[in-house]
């Protein structure tokens, strides 16, 4: 399975050090830095997914629990996206995020803020976050990549003016964190709360 790069940090020191201490006969403090090793590389997993091939579905941009299903906040509504889907991931959920339409990076802002845990309310609001809207043409969807009480670093790989596809790799958030979509009134959503999801292969709606 592959490995995002910015597990590598984490992963290769403590691999090192362990096949080390084991060449060494260290057998116990050897097999207790591999497994250090083994722990991030879980977390940083990068696995294929089958991507729907309809423009028309709204694809989950994270792996997680639907944490809630409500509808947009005002500032949201008047952008003409009415209903928020939030979603929470574990730490054992895959980190890689995706993107829910193809379309263009119409819009790109990174927020510096707090870190409280990711399922509190208050989190879409106070979080460090990045903000991004993709516009296929005729729909614009927006979705934050949030921070959370132990994921301090949320990372885009794409920039403004970038074309993205439908399940499109666009970033990461590290160790736990949550991700929020806005979108438009005129799709059905096929989703409901408490359901679990897989980012670039779960359908969350049907633009009509």
Same mark, same amino acid.
Do not use: M
């Given at each position: 399975m592959r490995i995002a790069c910015?597990?590598?940090?984490?992963?290769?020191?403590?691999?090192?050090?362990?096949?080390?201490?084991?060449?060494?006969?260290?057998n116990l403090p050897g097999l207790l830095f591999l497994i250090l090793a083994l722990i991030p590389a879980f977390f940083f997993r990068d696995p294929n997914r089958n991507i729907p091939q309809d423009e028309k579905l709204i694809l989950s941009p994270a792996d997680g629990k639907i944490l809630k299903i409500a509808p947009a906040p005002q500032e949201e509504k008047a952008k003409g996206r009415e209903w928020m889907v939030s979603i929470f991931l574990s730490l054992f959920d895959v980190h890689i995020n995706r993107?829910?339409?193809?379309?263009?990076?119409?819009?790109?802002?990174y927020i510096p803020g707090r870190f409280l845990p990711?399922?509190?309310k208050e989190a879409s609001e106070f979080?460090?976050?990045?903000?991004?809207?993709?516009?296929n043409?005729?729909?614009?969807?927006c979705f934050h990549q949030i921070a959370g009480i132990l994921a301090r670093r949320v990372v885009l790989w794409k920039e403004? $003016?970038?074309? @993205?596809? &439908?399940?499109?790799?666009?970033?990461?958030?590290?160790? $736990?964190?949550? @991700?929020? &979509?806005?979108?438009p009134g005129n799709m059905k959503l096929r989703v409901k709360e408490g359901q679990r999801v897989k980012g670039g292969s779960s359908i969350i709606g049907e633009l009509k």
């Open positions: 910015e597990g590598l940090p984490f992963i290769i020191p403590p691999l090192g050090i362990g096949i080390f201490l084991l060449l060494w006969g260290l993107s829910p339409i193809g379309g263009r990076i119409t819009e790109l802002k990711a399922f509190k979080n460090e976050r990045n903000i991004v809207e993709i516009d043409g005729e729909d614009t969807i403004r $003016g970038d074309q @993205v596809n &439908l399940g499109e790799k666009l970033g990461i958030i590290k160790f $736990g964190s949550r @991700v929020d &979509l806005f979108l």
